[in-house]
């Protein structure tokens, strides 16, 4: 009965010994699955601020080059503007060089302009400047052929 007894401690002894490692086991588990849900959520949150902070940058950047885009837009009609004043200067002096040259030297300064310049949009708006420069120079050359037919009449009245 005495060596049954010691038995009987025993195995209680060893189901509670049993029973309090699966109870830490079990602690441990939650603590473990605690601190890879603090970390997951510690990912995600660095995960927002690094697609806040790229869309920031992104946002940034376009209006950079929106501004860029712009002022090449303004240069590009300054442009366009110069090329016309030379080449009406020129045909009111009756000179199609003159105005061919500064025509040229508009569209070259344009062109400078312009090759500094990456947006699309200013492209196309160097494209429209020396459309215009192509134009002035045919209203030119045309008026000057007209004044000079227009002389030639007069001469041979």
Do not use: G, N, T
């Not at 473990?32 to 806040?52: N, S």
């Not at 090449?72 to 003159?98: G, L, N, P, S, T």
């Amino acid at each position: 009965a005495k060596h049954e007894a010691e038995l009987a401690i025993q195995q209680e002894a060893e189901r509670k010994a049993a029973h309090e490692a699966e109870l830490a086991a079990i602690k441990e588990a939650e603590r473990k699955a605690k601190h890879e849900a603090e970390l997951a959520a510690q990912a995600q949150r660095e995960a927002e601020l690094a697609a806040q902070h790229e869309a920031e940058r992104k946002a940034e950047q376009a209006r950079h080059e929106a501004e860029i885009a712009a002022k090449a837009k303004r240069e590009a009609a300054q442009a366009k503007h110069e090329a016309e004043v030379a080449a009406q200067q020129a045909a009111e002096r009756e000179a199609i060089i003159i105005a061919q040259e500064e025509a040229a030297k508009a569209a070259e300064a344009a062109a400078r302009r312009e090759a500094d310049r990456k947006a699309a949009q200013a492209k196309r708006e160097a494209e429209l400047a020396e459309q215009a420069k192509r134009e002035a120079e045919l209203a030119a050359q045309r008026e000057a052929e007209e004044k000079a037919k227009q002389a030639k009449h007069e001469a041979e009245l």
